[in-house]
């Protein structure tokens, strides 16, 4: 029986097919496909066994092996499972590290029990670099990066347009130290599998968010990361006020409806207090003993108050935390820009129309034909 291949192009992704991919869960863990659900042909003790079997004594005495381990009820049950994911997505794929022996008896162990599916050719590894090269096309994509102080509503901004990436979205990360989400970080390759994803339907001119190559626990490939610090900019300005509205509403009432959701009330509260007070000692070298001791103080009295039903108390850390910190940061490091880069400064409205504005009419130079020399 000849078992069916599908090319690994990026339009599967695209299309959001669930893909079952049967690699050890140590490896789905370390980096999975868009999509992906970990079936796995071998769980980890299994494959570390046939890994030593492979290397004492070769393919043939590791397939002999993996077929004693993976046999009866525990292959009845592995088959059960590909099968129920398939009747849930008929049109699911398959795929292993390289496309090979394990997406490959997976196939055969599903033909038999009637329900053929296709394998990904070269697998995983194959649709990595596939989207590794959609990122690195994407530094050759016209680019505009939006910038501004601490609370300027960059992230909404970019959200607001249809060729906006969402950088801090990938990294599940608002890209400051108590910008962590409740939820685990996405590994470095989940990192970048997302940003190919977003990609591979925004084919043209492109607007950030200003970023250091660093966003929480992921970094920005290179090649992109350098076209992002060559790339015109806006910046956003807003006063103090509108700016401590905005920053409440991630810092505190997003991140506590989180939380809550995630782990109710009693201990959500106490995590998203551990959290901010953790975020706020790693800024202790910055800050110094003394500024940091009297906005740890603050920080605790604003929970207290928040605990009687006023959280807007947090005004009085996230004030100075803002005035007396990211301000005169993000200034310095603005000081170090080239001013002419800035096509637009003004407030948000004006920089949203500024941003459709250059979306637009850098859509249209890449539309318009070459002239002839």
């Known amino acids: 029986m000849t078992l069916p291949l599908v090319e690994p192009d990026p339009a599967l992704l695209r299309e959001r097919r669930v893909l079952i991919d049967v690699r050890a869960p140590v490896e789905f863990a370390q980096g999975a496909l868009p999509g992906a659900v ?114 300027c509503a960059k992230t909404a901004l970019i959200q607001m347009l249809d060729n906006g990436l969402d950088l801090e979205g990938c990294a599940r990360h608002k890209g400051s130290a108590f910008g962590r989400h409740p939820l685990p970080a996405p590994s470095q390759i989940d990192f970048e599998h997302d940003l190919g994803q977003r990609l591979l339907s925004l084919p043209g001119p492109l607007v950030v968010e200003d970023e250091s190559r660093h966003i929480g626990s992921a970094n920005l490939p290179l090649a992109f990361w350098q076209a992002m610090e060559s790339a015109p900019r806006l910046r956003v300005e807003m006063p103090l006020d509108w700016r401590l509205r905005q920053i409440q509403k991630d810092y505190i009432d997003d991140l506590w409806a989180i939380h809550r959701q995630q782990f109710g009330e009693w201990l959500g509260w106490a995590l998203m207090r551990k959290q901010l007070a953790t975020a706020l000692t790693r800024l202790k070298k910055r800050l110094g003993g003394a500024r ?5 103080r603050l920080q605790q009295l604003a929970f207290r108050e928040h605990e009687r039903g006023n959280p807007q108390a947090h005004e009085a850390w996230l004030a100075p935390l803002l005035t007396e910190y990211y301000d005169p940061m993000y200034r310095y490091q603005l000081e170090k820009r080239d001013a002419a880069r800035f096509l637009h400064v003004g407030d948000w409205e004006s920089c949203l129309a500024a941003a459709r504005e250059w979306s637009a009419e850098a859509a249209r130079r890449v539309d318009e034909p070459a002239l002839p020399a």
């Open 38 to 151: 970990n079936r796995p042909l071998m769980d980890d003790e299994e494959r570390r066994l046939v890994g030593i079997e492979y290397k004492q004594r070769g393919q043939q005495a590791a397939i002999a092996l993996g077929e004693r381990l993976v046999s009866g009820g525990i292959k009845a049950a592995r088959v059960a499972a590909w099968q129920q994911c398939i009747e849930a997505h008929p049109d699911a794929l398959i795929y292993c590290f390289r496309g090979g022996l394990r997406s490959q008896i997976a196939q055969q162990w599903l033909a038999e029990a009637g329900c053929l599916r296709p394998r990904i050719r070269g697998g995983w590894k194959a649709m990595r670099q596939s989207l590794g090269a959609r990122i690195d096309a994407a530094a050759d994509q016209p680019l505009l990066v939006v910038g501004g102080l601490t609370g």
């Open 292 to 296: 940091l001791a009297r906005l740890s």
